[in-house]
């Protein structure tokens, strides 16, 4: 039958497909009770021209780490995959967090648009080096030897699955007929990506989903989230934030009126349905489409009678159990035995497959007399099975079908379906799951099987599925110690793996369980925001735990102690637990960058130096093992804090560009210290386009707090460079989390403020900002040179206040440190604060020394933006000591820095101290104005497009550097060409270098 009503919802899903056509991706929520036509809208909107890749949730399999992303990316099946091994939801095997799988998602949709040819495409290695936007296959047109011509056909048939109508024994359309259609790939064709029932997808298939669209910029797609309640806990923060915002499009779907009932009622064959009658149905369905088409084909010309009878009170609908059985029930024996298979197998699988587990249905004779193929077209003429021409797969057209044929199996049958799944079956976590479900009581047996599986993919750090599989252990387990064990393994994994949305609920539960190290361990665990509840849990687990008989759980206590010291910037402490979590289990401590905490430990007890040096020699990142990447990751930070710039850039750019397999918070943590060192280094446009991917990241995994440094170092830079609107917002977030009382988050909510007012100029706000760590710095290691400076912002503000005396309580202990380390970075922004402050007191002979004794260290320091202040701070005592010859000297240096680091309001302050001594601006205009040529025009993430392209990488290799999508990488490069009056990437090349060595390297710090 024809699609019934829903005119205002196609018209505003048919001008999002045309913003999307625009290159302007677009995101949509379809949202609306079960039965409303949610899918029915989706198949009719996207039956015509649009390019579909399609995944649907499925209660039953919400848990299957990834099972939504592989029907997504076309890799979906009965469970019978072949190759890895990895189990259920093989995505966990071979995807190591969400991001990961987003981007492997990121790279399909690339795919499926295909080659644009527009002016930043490249073509792949092919290309040639001087044609931006030259591509072999745009030439030969697709199947022309030598070309790839998968963009042109268009990616695999799972990719093309259209769901079909709510309604099982509606066929599904066959809609990959494209002669009328434009091929996917054409600038004019859009994608479509169709998630339908997101509340049953699982939880990495959500994050995974948010991660890539939170990623699309200039790309041809249309992203359509079909849920039945926008506020359903099962989905991600992160996802619901994404398609509720402002900019994304919500189409709510209610029942259909009076008029379009009566004419559903007609295209069922129901005719007479006059317009009270339709009123009736209406008032009593609510217009929902799926109860009136049962009513309708259950009851036919008799619901009309009724319908006319004010007084008769119209029939219920059936339930759709009921509507399916009874279409199962005519089915003949093969059919009924093949839809049952598949029922058990999941919500899609193959004919094949479905048919060896039917084999327990039937006898002998019955099999020989029957066929697949035949079994198959009844079951999809009665509506309970599609299939389409290509699709390795078949399919229950509805979740609901599905459910309704699992659960009427009886449990003898279902159990009998399920062995002989396992024994069809060629994966080990899917034979273990069937025999699992299979299982009619406790079996300890298969319990420690499922745990060993377990356990095996928790040390190669596949947590999803490990949590899975020690779940399924525990609920065969009849001995509670051993359950209990099996649980509190199952949620560690799961606390890894960024899927416990109630750690609250989780806890409660946990609690119960018996008195143990393990219990105590994971409490801990789940209260690291309550620091000395999970002290005192840490603490008593510890006591319970023998680290000579059970290393592995004294190696993971061990490691959240050391974290536990890191939120508390205790670094000696910090030091100490993660050395010993590593003597006990090197390989297993279950706590991500454990050798970092070390490392970082070290250094803020002071023995950075000394660190570094009993590093000795490490590899390249990209041939780094995970623990020799930690190293890198923590001599990266060493070196930033050291000062030895250069080396921090290269070292955490290239840790950076090889973490795409670590967990979400290494990732996190890689950019933000990237970031950092970019800041310190000047390379500030970096430093943005890093900030805002960490960021991104953490809130892709519902984990903001893991970013609150990044979120300091975000208000900072944006500080810098005047942009005090998004300062302030990166602050207000910092502060939210500071009022937990914890040191670290008051510590990022202080600086973030305090470097704000100090780029506006309100000493006030400094201090106001700035005094809650005088009362925290003897808690932790909040002092130590080259880690996080704030004593020289403070003594300045108490200066410029005219309190000298709170001016030196702040600034000595630092300076006195400083000079213990000879910390060059650290004694020259001392000497800057020393010389401002000796010149508020009238002291110029001390303040004279001060500023020469921090020139003196700018030597050897790389910090731009330091050294700039150092020479404005000088200039500005030497004019009012009228020393003006000296001044301009010193102010016109610091006008140089400012200039080339694009610092508009400490740009301001030199420039007006450079007109108070009576000096004009020297130069050309072009020269006076910051970010008026070259490199200087481009946006932080355009800058950082070209560098990597500057660089010799594809427009792929740079997509995949920075989590994007290669056509947002071809926008970009559309708008830098013009930009730099290039028009090859030769000559943007050349472009960035005439800017100087920091426009022309690359954001892992290599030169081009």
């Given at each position: 039958?024809?699609?019934?009503g829903?005119?205002?919802?196609?018209?505003?899903?048919?001008?999002t497909?045309?913003?999307?056509?625009?290159?302007?991706?677009?995101?949509?929520?379809v949202?609306?009770?079960?039965?409303?036509?949610?899918t029915?809208?989706?198949?009719?909107?996207?039956?015509?021209?649009?390019?579909?890749?399609?995944?649907?949730?499925?209660?039953?399999?919400?848990?299957?780490?990834?099972g939504?992303?592989?029907?997504?990316?076309?890799?979906?099946?009965?469970?019978?995959?072949?190759?890895?091994?990895?189990?259920?939801?093989?995505?966990?095997?071979?995807?190591?967090?969400?991001?990961?799988?987003?981007?492997?998602?990121?790279?399909?949709?690339?795919?499926?648009?295909?080659?644009?040819?527009?002016p930043g495409?490249?073509?792949?290695?092919?290309?040639?080096?001087?044609?931006p936007g030259?591509d072999?296959?745009?030439v030969?047109?697709?199947?022309?030897?030598?070309?790839?011509?998968?963009?042109?056909?268009g990616?695999?048939?799972?990719?093309?699955?259209v769901?079909?109508?709510?309604a099982?024994?509606t066929?599904?359309?066959?809609?990959?007929?494209?002669?009328d259609?434009?091929?996917?790939?054409?600038?004019?064709t859009?994608?479509?990506?169709?998630?339908?029932?997101a509340?049953?997808?699982?939880?990495?298939?959500?994050?995974?989903?948010?991660?890539?669209?939170?990623?699309l910029?200039?790309?041809?797609?249309?992203?359509?989230?079909?849920?039945?309640?926008?506020?359903?806990t099962?989905?991600?923060?992160?996802?619901?934030?994404l398609?509720?915002?402002?900019?994304?499009?919500?189409?709510?779907l209610?029942?259909?009126?009076p008029?379009?009932?009566?004419?559903?009622?007609?295209g069922?064959?129901?005719?007479?349905?006059?317009?009270?009658?339709?009123?009736?149905?209406?008032a009593?369905?609510?217009?929902?489409?799926?109860h009136?088409?049962?009513?309708?084909?259950?009851?036919?010309?008799?619901?009309?009678?009724?319908?006319?009878?004010?007084?008769?009170?119209?029939?219920?609908?059936?339930?759709?159990?009921?509507?399916?059985?009874?279409?199962?029930?005519?089915?003949?024996?093969?059919?009924?035995?093949?839809?049952?298979?598949?029922?058990?197998?999941?919500?899609?699988?193959?004919?094949?497959?479905?048919?060896e587990v039917?084999?327990?249905d039937?006898?002998?004779?019955?099999?020989?007399?029957?066929?697949?193929?035949?079994?198959?077209?009844?079951?999809?003429?009665?509506?309970?099975?599609?299939?389409?021409?290509?699709?390795?797969?078949?399919?229950?057209?509805?979740?609901?079908?599905?459910?309704?044929?699992?659960?009427?199996?009886?449990?003898?049958?279902?159990?009998?379906?399920?062995?002989?799944a396992?024994?069809?079956?060629r994966?080990?976590?899917h034979?273990?799951?069937?025999?699992?479900l299979?299982?009619?009581?406790?079996?300890?047996e298969?319990?420690?099987?499922?745990a060993?599986?377990?356990?095996?993919?928790?040390?190669?750090?596949?947590?999803?599925?490990?949590?899975g599989q020690?779940?399924?252990a525990?609920?065969?387990?009849?001995?509670?110690a051993?359950?209990?064990?099996?649980?509190?393994e199952?949620v560690?994994?799961?606390?890894?793996?960024?899927?416990?949305?109630?750690?609250?609920?989780v806890?409660?539960?946990?609690?119960?369980?018996?008195?143990?190290?393990?219990?105590?361990?994971l409490?801990?665990?789940l209260?690291?925001?309550?620091?000395?509840?999970?002290e005192?849990?840490?603490?008593?687990a510890?006591?319970?735990?023998?680290?000579?008989?059970?290393?592995?759980?004294?190696a993971?206590i061990?490691?959240?102690?050391?974290?536990l010291?890191?939120?508390?910037?205790?670094?000696?402490?910090m030091?100490e637990?993660?050395?010993l979590?590593?003597?006990?289990?090197?390989?297993?401590?279950?706590?991500?960058?454990?050798?970092?905490?070390?490392l970082?430990g070290?250094?803020?007890?002071?023995?950075?130096?000394?660190?570094?040096?009993?590093?000795?020699p490490?590899?390249?990142?990209?041939l780094?093992?995970?623990?020799?990447?930690?190293?890198?990751?923590?001599?990266?930070?060493?070196?930033?804090?050291t000062?030895?710039?250069?080396?921090?850039?290269?070292?955490?750019?290239?840790?950076?560009?090889?973490?795409?397999g670590?967990?979400?918070?290494f990732?996190?943590?890689?950019?933000?210290?990237l970031?950092?060192a970019?800041?310190?280094?000047?390379?500030?446009?970096?430093?943005i386009?890093?900030?805002?991917?960490?960021?991104?990241?953490?809130?892709d995994?519902?984990?903001?707090?893991?970013?609150?440094?990044?979120?300091m170092?975000?208000?900072?830079?944006?500080?810098?460079?005047?942009?005090?609107?998004?300062?302030?917002?990166?602050?207000?977030?910092?502060?939210?989390y500071?009022?937990?009382g914890?040191?670290?988050?008051?510590?990022?909510?202080?600086l973030?403020?305090?470097?704000?007012?100090?780029?506006q100029?309100?000493?006030?706000e400094?201090?106001?900002?700035?005094?809650p760590?005088?009362?925290?710095?003897?808690?932790?290691?909040?002092?130590e040179?080259?880690?996080?400076?704030?004593?020289?912002?403070?003594?300045?503000?108490?200066?410029?206040?005219?309190?000298?005396?709170?001016a030196?309580?702040?600034?000595?202990?630092?300076?006195?440190?400083?000079?213990?380390?000879?910390?060059?970075g650290?004694?020259?922004v001392a000497?800057?604060?020393?010389?401002?402050?000796?010149?508020?007191?009238?002291?110029?002979?001390?303040?004279?020394?001060?500023?020469?004794?921090?020139?003196?260290?700018?030597?050897?320091?790389?910090?731009?933006?330091?050294?700039?202040?150092?020479?404005?701070a000088?200039?500005?005592?030497?004019r009012?000591?009228?020393?003006?010859?000296?001044?301009?000297?010193?102010?016109r240096?610091?006008?140089?820095?400012?200039?080339?680091?694009?610092?508009?309001?400490?740009?301001?302050?030199?420039e007006?101290?450079?007109?108070?001594?009576?000096?004009?601006?020297?130069?050309?205009?072009?020269?006076?104005?910051?970010?008026?040529?070259?490199?200087?025009?481009?946006?932080?993430?355009?800058?950082?497009?070209?560098?990597?392209?500057?660089?010799?990488?594809?427009?792929?290799?740079?997509?995949?550097?920075?989590?994007?999508?290669?056509?947002t990488?071809?926008?970009h490069?559309?708008?830098?060409?013009?930009?730099?009056?290039?028009?090859?990437?030769?000559?943007?090349t050349?472009?960035?270098a005439?800017?100087?060595?920091?426009?022309?390297?690359?954001?892992?710090?290599?030169?081009?």
């Amino acid at each position: 039958m024809e699609f019934v009503g829903r005119t205002d919802s196609l018209a505003l899903l048919a001008a999002t497909r045309e913003r999307a056509r625009a290159g302007h991706p677009q995101r949509v929520l379809v949202e609306g009770p079960a039965g409303i036509g949610k899918t029915a809208l989706i198949r009719r909107f996207l039956r015509d021209d649009t390019h579909v890749l399609y995944g649907a949730g499925e209660e039953a399999e919400s848990e299957l780490a990834f099972g939504v992303l592989e029907q997504l990316l076309g890799r979906g099946g009965s469970g019978t995959r072949d190759g890895d091994g990895t189990g259920i939801g093989a995505g966990g095997g071979r995807w190591a967090d969400a991001h990961a799988a987003g981007a492997a998602l990121l790279e399909a949709l690339d795919e499926a648009q295909g080659a644009s040819g527009g002016p930043g495409s490249d073509g792949g290695a092919a290309r040639d080096a001087d044609a931006p936007g030259s591509d072999d296959r745009a030439v030969r047109g697709p199947g022309a030897p030598g070309s790839d011509d998968r963009a042109a056909r268009g990616p695999a048939a799972p990719d093309t699955f259209v769901p079909a109508t709510s309604a099982p024994d509606t066929p599904a359309r066959d809609t990959r007929d494209t002669r009328d259609t434009p091929a996917p790939g054409t600038p004019d064709t859009p994608v479509a990506l169709v998630l339908d029932d997101a509340q049953w997808a699982d939880h990495l298939s959500l994050q995974a989903l948010a991660f890539a669209v939170r990623r699309l910029r200039a790309d041809r797609v249309l992203v359509l989230v079909v849920v039945r309640d926008a506020e359903d806990t099962r989905l991600t923060a992160g996802l619901r934030r994404l398609f509720t915002a402002d900019d994304a499009v919500r189409v709510r779907l209610d029942g259909l009126g009076p008029a379009e009932l009566a004419e559903l009622g007609g295209g069922l064959g129901v005719q007479g349905l006059t317009a009270q009658a339709a009123a009736r149905l209406h008032a009593h369905t609510a217009g929902n489409p799926l109860h009136v088409k049962a009513l309708l084909e259950q009851e036919g010309a008799g619901l009309l009678e009724a319908l006319g009878e004010p007084d008769v009170t119209p029939p219920a609908p059936k339930s759709f159990t009921a509507l399916v059985l009874a279409k199962l029930a005519a089915c003949s024996t093969a059919a009924d035995a093949l839809v049952c298979a598949a029922a058990v197998l999941g919500t899609h699988c193959t004919p094949a497959d479905a048919w060896e587990v039917a084999g327990a249905d039937l006898l002998d004779e019955e099999r020989g007399a029957a066929d697949v193929l035949t079994a198959l077209e009844e079951a999809v003429h009665t509506g309970l099975l599609t299939e389409t021409p290509g699709d390795p797969v078949i399919r229950f057209p509805h979740p609901l079908v599905h459910a309704a044929v699992y659960h009427q199996l009886g449990p003898s049958r279902r159990a009998a379906l399920h062995l002989s799944a396992a024994r069809t079956v060629r994966d080990q976590a899917h034979r273990l799951r069937h025999r699992a479900l299979a299982a009619a009581a406790p079996d300890p047996e298969l319990a420690a099987e499922l745990a060993a599986l377990g356990r095996r993919f928790a040390a190669e750090g596949a947590w999803a599925n490990a949590a899975g599989q020690l779940t399924a252990a525990a609920r065969l387990c009849p001995d509670p110690a051993v359950y209990e064990q099996y649980t509190l393994e199952a949620v560690e994994c799961a606390l890894l793996a960024g899927d416990v949305p109630d750690m609250g609920e989780v806890a409660q539960r946990i609690a119960q369980f018996t008195p143990g190290g393990w219990r105590s361990y994971l409490l801990g665990r789940l209260s690291l925001f309550d620091l000395d509840r999970a002290e005192a849990l840490l603490t008593d687990a510890w006591h319970r735990c023998d680290p000579a008989a059970e290393p592995l759980l004294g190696a993971r206590i061990a490691g959240q102690f050391a974290a536990l010291h890191g939120s508390m910037s205790h670094g000696a402490e910090m030091a100490e637990w993660a050395d010993l979590a590593i003597r006990l289990a090197p390989d297993d401590t279950a706590t991500d960058m454990i050798r970092v905490l070390r490392l970082n430990g070290l250094a803020m007890s002071g023995r950075a130096p000394q660190t570094l040096d009993a590093l000795g020699p490490l590899p390249d990142p990209a041939l780094a093992t995970p623990a020799q990447l930690e190293e890198l990751l923590g001599r990266g930070t060493l070196r930033e804090w050291t000062g030895d710039l250069t080396g921090a850039v290269r070292d955490l750019g290239g840790v950076f560009g090889a973490c795409h397999g670590r967990a979400a918070s290494f990732r996190v943590v890689a950019a933000t210290a990237l970031a950092s060192a970019e800041y310190r280094a000047g390379r500030w446009d970096d430093a943005i386009v890093h900030t805002d991917l960490a960021l991104s990241l953490a809130a892709d995994t519902d984990q903001p707090h893991i970013a609150l440094y990044c979120r300091m170092l975000a208000a900072q830079v944006h500080a810098v460079r005047g942009a005090f609107a998004k300062a302030q917002a990166h602050a207000r977030v910092a502060r939210v989390y500071a009022a937990g009382g914890h040191v670290n988050p008051a510590l990022w909510a202080a600086l973030a403020e305090a470097h704000l007012a100090r780029a506006q100029g309100r000493p006030e706000e400094v201090l106001t900002a700035l005094g809650p760590l005088l009362a925290l710095a003897p808690r932790g290691d909040l002092e130590e040179p080259g880690t996080v400076p704030w004593a020289d912002l403070l003594a300045e503000a108490w200066a410029a206040l005219g309190d000298e005396k709170r001016a030196v309580q702040a600034l000595a202990p630092y300076e006195v440190l400083a000079t213990q380390r000879g910390h060059h970075g650290a004694l020259l922004v001392a000497a800057r604060a020393r010389g401002t402050l000796e010149a508020a007191r009238g002291d110029t002979v001390a303040a004279e020394r001060a500023f020469r004794s921090g020139l003196k260290h700018a030597a050897h320091v790389e910090a731009p933006f330091d050294r700039a202040l150092l020479h404005l701070a000088y200039g500005g005592f030497l004019r009012r000591a009228g020393r003006r010859t000296r001044a301009g000297e010193q102010l016109r240096t610091a006008r140089d820095l400012l200039v080339r680091l694009d610092a508009p309001p400490d740009l301001g302050r030199c420039e007006r101290e450079l007109a108070a001594c009576g000096l004009g601006p020297v130069g050309s205009a072009a020269e006076r104005e910051p970010r008026t040529r070259g490199a200087a025009l481009l946006t932080p993430q355009e800058l950082a497009v070209a560098r990597l392209v500057a660089s010799g990488l594809t427009n792929r290799q740079v997509a995949r550097e920075l989590v994007i999508s290669v056509k947002t990488v071809e926008y970009h490069l559309g708008r830098i060409f013009p930009k730099l009056g290039v028009d090859s990437r030769t000559r943007l090349t050349a472009a960035l270098a005439a800017d100087g060595p920091e426009s022309g390297r690359s954001e892992s710090g290599h030169a081009p």
